[in-house]
């Protein structure tokens, strides 16, 4: 397996624009997670699937956020209208269950909004 | 404010030499990860503790689990360059179904 595999990695958008994240989570994992990172909060989560159906989305910042699962290969995170402020690296991550086990991260997607 | 602080923040030390990493907070916690991040990489997890007390080898990494679990350690003997990195830990909440990461020391080790 590839593991978990992110697109794209690197981003640099106008502010006000669209942003639209991807995640393939690795196969036959129920657990997908999207984390952000930045130097001033370190990792935080934003969002997570259990099954393609969200189960916690407390950690969305703003409802300019948004994520869905459509299937159980695929994970998008939208923001829309992006700000300088969104900049970080954006991560997914999946697992087998929820906290106990190991979470395999993809490579992030650098985001900058200028 | 960070559920879980984790400290130095940053370590610069020679090859050879041995460091202590921690992990407090004043929660208690199901389980607790470690993971090392290298620049470009997603974090990679390198041990779960569960058990208070709990002591695990990782060749020349030992992790420990505070008795009360609140608390834990990640001890490097006679570091190499490969180990440097950004190591997070990350525990499991006993209440709340939430995983929250600290947020990292920094180590580079210096040949």
């Known amino acids: 397996d590839a593991g978990v595999i992110q697109s794209p990695r690197h981003e640099v958008t106008e502010m006000g624009q669209e942003v639209t994240l991807r995640c393939k989570p690795i196969?036959?994992?129920?657990?997908l997670f999207w984390y952000r990172q930045t130097m001033m909060r370190g990792l935080e989560l934003l969002i997570y699937?259990?099954?393609?159906?969200?189960?916690?989305d407390s950690g969305m910042p703003e409802d300019r956020f948004s994520a869905k699962m459509p299937n159980a290969s695929f994970s998008t995170l939208k923001i829309q209208p992006s700000e300088p402020r969104d900049s970080a690296v954006y991560f997914c991550?999946?697992?087998?269950?929820?906290?106990?086990?190991?979470?395999?991260f993809g490579q992030g997607t650098r985001l900058t909004v200028v | 404010t960070q559920l879980l602080e984790q400290s130095p923040q940053f370590l610069s030390i020679q090859e050879g030499e041995n460091l202590t990493v921690y992990c407090n907070s004043s929660?208690?916690?199901?389980?607790l990860q470690w993971y090392r991040q290298e620049p470009g990489e997603g974090p990679v997890l390198l041990v779960t503790?569960?058990?208070?007390?709990e002591v695990k080898k990782l060749k020349r990494l030992t992790f420990q689990f505070g008795d009360a679990r609140k608390d834990s350690s990640l001890h490097i003997t006679a570091a190499q360059p490969g180990d440097t990195g950004l190591y997070l830990c990350?525990?499991?909440?006993?209440?709340?179904?939430?995983?929250?990461f600290g947020a990292g020391t920094i180590l580079r080790v210096k040949s």
């Open positions: 699937f259990n099954n393609n159906v969200p189960i916690d």
């Open positions: 991550a999946s697992s087998l269950d929820r906290w106990g086990t190991e979470a395999f």
């Open positions: 929660s208690v916690f199901s389980s």
């Open positions: 196969s036959g994992h129920d657990y």
């Open positions: 503790v569960v058990t208070g007390g």
């Open positions: 990350a525990g499991e909440m006993e209440y709340g179904n939430k995983l929250v």
